[in-house]
T-cell receptor, first 109, second 114 residues
Framework: QQPVQSPQAVILREGEDAVINCSSS?????VHWYRQKHGEAPVFLMI?????EQKGHDKISASFNEKKQQSSLYLTASQLSYSGTYFC??????????FGTGTKLQVIP | DTAVSQTPKYLVTQMGNDKSIKCEQN?????MYWYKQDSKKFLKIMFS???????INETVPNRFSPKSPDKAHLNLHINSLELGDSAVYFC?????????????FGSGTRLTVV
């Protein structure tokens, strides 16, 4: 079953922060986050493994709450380059990653 | 050097035709995948190969047949194309079969069936 992301779409002004949530109905082993710009391939951002760790690089970070079967992606001080569609991908421990419904993020000047 | 390369980038064909999409990765990864992205941007897994062995075969019509001649290549052949097959097909690879590693995606093949 496909993980559900919220919000479906968000518009930010440069410098604003955003949170994208990913919720699964299944127990999770890992959560991936990807960003896809229009007409391009999804690009891997980070992966979080079972254990509730929080990871990040630059101004993009994420958390993983395995008990709630949820993950959140945090974008701080957004830049124009952050625009795109963000996907979470979840795995229950097998070799398959199921991608979420996507969140379209637009950063405007 | 392109890490995961797909050809062709665009494919326009008539219903009923047979077509192939090729994928190659030079990352030394063990596992390769085919994903389909529909018009609503939903990314759905179709197949996965680990070191030439088929390990995931989702509910995909048997008109779709993947082939992996070696662990660096994964091709997709589609018979009797239908209008509903129109989508962007992405090849991807990862370091191992376990979902501990991120995927590297190819640039995609936009298939349009008319």
């Amino acid at each position: 079953q496909q993980p559900v992301q919220s919000p479906q779409a968000v518009i930010l002004r440069e410098g604003e922060d955003a949170v994208i949530n990913c919720s699964s109905s299944k127990a999770l082993y890992s959560v991936h986050w990807y960003r896809q710009k229009h007409g391009e391939a999804p690009v891997f951002l980070m992966i979080l493994l079972k254990g509730g760790e929080q990871k990040g690089h630059d101004k993009i970070s994420a958390s993983f709450n395995e008990k709630k079967q949820q993950s959140s992606l945090y974008l701080t001080a957004s830049q124009l380059s952050y625009s795109g569609t963000y996907f979470c991908g979840t795995s229950g421990g097998y070799q398959k990653v199921t991608f979420g419904t996507g969140t379209k993020l637009q950063v405007i000047p | 050097d392109t890490a995961v390369s797909q050809t062709p980038k665009y494919l326009v064909t008539q219903m009923g035709n047979d077509k192939s999409i090729k994928c190659e990765q030079n990352l030394g990864h063990d596992t390769m995948y085919w994903y389909k992205q529909d018009s609503k941007k939903f990314l759905k897994i179709m197949f996965s190969y680990n070191n030439k062995e088929l390990i995931i075969n989702e509910t995909v019509p048997n008109r779709f047949s993947p082939k992996s001649p070696d662990k660096a290549h994964l091709n997709l052949h589609i018979n009797s194309l239908e209008l509903g097959d129109s989508a962007v097909y992405f090849c991807a690879s990862s370091q191992e079969g376990l979902p501990n590693y991120g995927y590297t995606f190819g640039s995609g093949t936009r298939l349009t069936v008319v």
